[in-house]
């Protein structure tokens, strides 16, 4: 009897091979170097470390779209431009980076609008107000910086 062994070396095998994925690599330093940026570009702005940068939503350069472009990039690098793979890895990219700057930056324009209502409720009666959270999106300067970093780590790993 195998007792779980074979399936301990079928796990093991695809874990290996998961993590010497030239794509998966190349997506990850897509996201890292993005999420540096954007840590980065906060402690420019706001004179401190903010590491809830490097996995929240919003700033500049987006992530998501560093990191969603760049797997378009490598499936048309490792599928040919023209395959439907590349098309699915595409529209993928498109509707991601979409979303980024459109809903969930109208989303955030609504938490704004709450907020300027919570802080007129608050100092008219004694309530204790929760802010909602307003830097959900993107604007299409920060999706399109994104973007490119996911382009160019692609490129640099297929070159």
Known sequence: MDSGLGFLRDFAGAMSSMFSNR???ACFVAWFIASVLKM?????????????RLVGTGGMPSSHSAFVSCVATVVGLETRWDSPVFLLALA???VT???AQGVRRA???QAAILNRMVDDLYHQKPIRPERVKELLGHTPI???IGA???????LFFYT
């Open 148 to 154: 490119g970093i996911g382009i160019a780590v692609a």
């Open 40 to 52: 980065f570009i906060a402690f420019l702005n706001e004179g401190y470390i903010n590491f809830r």
């Open 23 to 25: 794509m998966l690599w």
């Open 92 to 94: 993928f990219a498109l």
């Open 97 to 99: 980076m979409n979303d």
């Open 107 to 109: 989303t955030g324009h």
């Open 142 to 144: 920060q999706v399109f």
